[in-house]
């Protein structure tokens, strides 16, 4: 009865180590082939219920209780057969064997191997890659890395390249709940059930309301010699339709202006500087 009752360590530690192995071995196999960070992190990739940094926080904490295991498996359970082995082999075998010699070896051609980078081991790496690289499309990559890490206010003025209030607009129209500016876009999405990739993919690449705010945000700027350049020119330079400048000075009294005048001499024929000019087309949104 008292034997029932009785805590076996040596069998603790023997499903600890052959379990935390399975774990490190299914975790290590899914590390090698998941998508690279950069790709993860923006899609909110997921295998078996795991991103990838949970699949790394279960790799690495079993990989610690391993060890851990290890240890007390070698210097508490197995102490005394330990040193007992080693006196053994310290005195009667002194010469190595065959079997240590290669074994030693080996493990010196794997170390050097991984080192100097090369076959087998490279192809193991560069499968590795080519694997990982493989879940990279158009729409799992982000415009640029770590961009789910942007405060609202950053991916609005550095990626989308619109006003933050336009930015805000666009995704209260698409019913996404924000709380400030300053909030991530990963932060954002997991509030809101979505991948950061899924929040970007609201503006859209050819989404016309985003190219709508984001010719509404440019500033034509002075100097440059751009009194000397026409309006074709202006337009072309900074993406903004020529007829849409032609409009917006014409309802503000200017006559008789094409494509081909120049600022310069449009600003001395009315009257004023082209400074005023320019003011005037770039409020040519706010009027």
Not at 159 to 182: C, H, Q, R, Y
Request: proline letters at 4%.
């Amino acid at each position: 009865m008292k034997d029932k009752k009785k805590f076996h360590w040596r069998s603790f530690v023997s499903f600890g180590l052959f379990f935390s192995f399975l774990v490190m071995t299914v975790s290590g196999v899914i590390l090698y082939i998941a998508p690279p960070g950069r790709v993860s992190n923006w899609s909110n990739w997921e295998l078996w219920g795991l991103t990838k940094a949970g699949w790394q926080s279960l790799h690495t904490n079993f990989s610690l209780f391993f060890l851990i295991l290890g240890i007390f498996h070698l210097f508490s359970i197995n102490w005394k057969a330990f040193l007992a082995h080693i006196r053994s082999k310290a005195t009667k075998e002194l010469n190595r064997k065959k079997e240590m010699v290669i074994s030693t070896l080996l493990s010196v051609f794997i170390f050097i191997g991984v080192i100097v980078n090369i076959p087998p081991f490279r192809t193991i790496m560069t499968w590795g890659e080519s694997l990982t690289e493989s879940w990279e499309k158009e729409e799992t990559s982000p415009p640029i890395p770590h961009a789910e890490l942007y405060s609202l206010e950053k991916f609005s003025d550095e990626i989308l390249g619109i006003p933050l209030d336009s930015t805000i607009g666009i995704l209260k129209a698409n019913k996404i709940s924000l709380e400030s500016k300053d909030q991530t876009i990963k932060e954002i999405g997991e509030s809101n059930g979505k991948a950061p990739s899924e929040i970007f993919s609201l503006f859209g690449k050819s989404n016309e309301q985003v190219e709508k705010e984001r010719k509404k945000s440019v500033v034509i700027q002075g100097g440059n010699g751009i009194g000397r350049k026409s309006l074709q020119q202006i337009g072309e330079e900074y993406g903004i339709p020529v007829e849409e400048m032609i409009r917006t000075l014409e309802k503000e009294g200017f006559k008789n202006i094409t494509s081909e005048d120049i600022l310069k001499d449009i600003a001395d024929e009315h009257d004023v500087t082209p400074a005023d000019i320019l003011e005037i087309l770039n409020n040519r949104h706010a009027q």
